[in-house]
């Protein structure tokens, strides 16, 4: 999905600045004329930087606000009161600007699901359907808490993945500062002891002089370069077909492939579950799911799903055909479209899957640790023999 930045006029002559996320400029334009809004102007937006700004709206944000906001509704308090309570509520001074907009819309007879699709970046698809879908049936406080259970959830899940990563990444950046340190201040000063000493140098201690060497001389070439090769690596990320292949090999991976496509499966069965839940038909959900699903591979797979589904298969046997989902999510998935409790089975199954993903996370950590300790004792072991190599060739010539 890209994004794009607009100036639009509403009904009452009020310009309004956002943002919005389509697939491209013409359903991004067709949406906001479901908006009733008179474009002025709308052009894409650059996201690279996204993930670096700050005061970002978090998942744990969107299930305080979810589970408040529901709290409210169902004591009968007015839908404007609730959200200027919210506003005052958060702590987090770019939601609390968020909500005072969307209270201002909804005050201006902007209904609330449209007010919450002005901000794309904070509120998605999945969560302004589910919104929807509450306004119309008038459930929208039961949707709300459904809302709040499901983000809690995710960031649960989240955090557990996160715990699995921070292991390595702590471990790769203490050996990368070892090693630039050791090539900064430590390799030069045993190089001026060689040097007066005229003694030949073995191989791996040149190559260590050079590395040297190349570090301290370019060393801002190499941070430019590094990143220029991740901005570089996100752009390509951003195309259709590599970004097909770079997700196709995140599930392939060593020890973390299993882990991305349990975690992405886990996603798209709670996604759903709630959806379906929540009153939203099967062929919307799906659609809805593959919008918002972080892999490629697994929203084209959902687009296949959808196809067999519109054929007239059944959601267990259209899952079948892929070789994503593991038998355990499809066997569960055939047992609620048999006894008719098919959202409530999705739920089960998302929360076994939450418990293998931990499983698989401690096993992880237990395999990578002797592991990283392995490359890392190979790394400075190699740093340490090339600098005392030569003298122990000088030992050697001295005791003859």
């Known amino acids: ?43 894409p937006e650059n996201r690279i930087l996204e993930k670096f700004s700050l005061g970002r709206v978090k998942n744990l944000d969107l299930a305080i606000f979810s589970h408040q906001f529901s709290v409210m509704i169902s004591s009968g308090i007015p839908l404007i009161r609730a959200l200027n309570a919210l506003a005052d509520e958060t702590t987090n001074k770019k939601f609390r600007a968020i909500i005072n907009k969307i209270k201002s819309d909804v005050d201006g007879g902007v209904s609330l699901s449209n007010a919450l699709l002005k901000h794309p970046k904070v509120f998605s698809n999945f969560f302004i359907s589910l919104i ?23 960031e649960d899940l989240r955090r557990k993945v996160r715990s699995s990563f921070a292991y390595p990444v702590i471990v790769t950046f203490v050996a990368i500062a070892v090693v630039i340190f050791l090539l900064i201040f430590i390799v030069p000063v045993f190089r001026s002891v060689y040097k007066t000493m005229k003694i030949t140098l073995p191989v791996p201690t040149l190559v260590l002089i050079a590395l040297s060497d190349i570090v301290k001389k370019f060393w801002w070439l190499l941070i430019l370069s590094a990143g220029l090769l991740y901005y570089g690596l996100m752009r390509l990320g951003q195309k259709k077909t590599v970004g097909l292949k770079i997700d196709q090999f995140k599930l392939k991976l060593p020890l973390f492939g299993p882990l991305n496509q349990k975690v992405a499966v886990s996603r798209f069965v709670r996604t759903l579950s709630t959806l ?17 699903v972080d892999n490629k591979l697994i929203a084209n797979t959902i687009e296949l799903v959808q196809k067999d589904i519109n054929q007239g298969k059944a959601l267990a046997e259209a899952l079948k055909a892929q070789h994503i989902f593991p038998p355990l ?38 395999k990578l640790e002797p592991t990283l300790t392995f490359f890392l004792a190979i790394l400075v072991g190699f740093i340490a023999l090339a600098i005392y190599l030569p003298m122990f060739d000088l030992i050697k010539q001295i005791s003859r």
């Open 276 to 292: 379906i839940a929540s009153g939203i038909p099967l062929s919307q959900s799906l659609n809805i799911v593959r919008e918002i």
């Open 1 to 43: 999905m890209a994004h794009f930045i607009y100036l639009a006029q509403d009904s009452h002559n009020n310009q309004i600045k956002a943002d919005l996320e389509a697939k491209d400029i013409s359903e991004a334009k067709a949406k906001l004329r479901g908006m009733d809004l008179y474009i002025i102007w709308i052009k």
């Open 132 to 154: 929807k879908t509450g306004e119309v049936a008038g459930i929208l406080p039961a949707v709300l808490n459904k809302l709040a259970i499901y983000l809690e959830k995710q």
């Open 329 to 366: 999510v499809v066997q569960m998935i055939a047992a609620g479209e048999e006894s008719g409790k098919l959202e409530m089975l999705l739920d089960k199954c998302a929360d076994f899957l939450d418990e293998d993903i931990d499983a698989l996370i401690k096993s992880l950590v237990v």
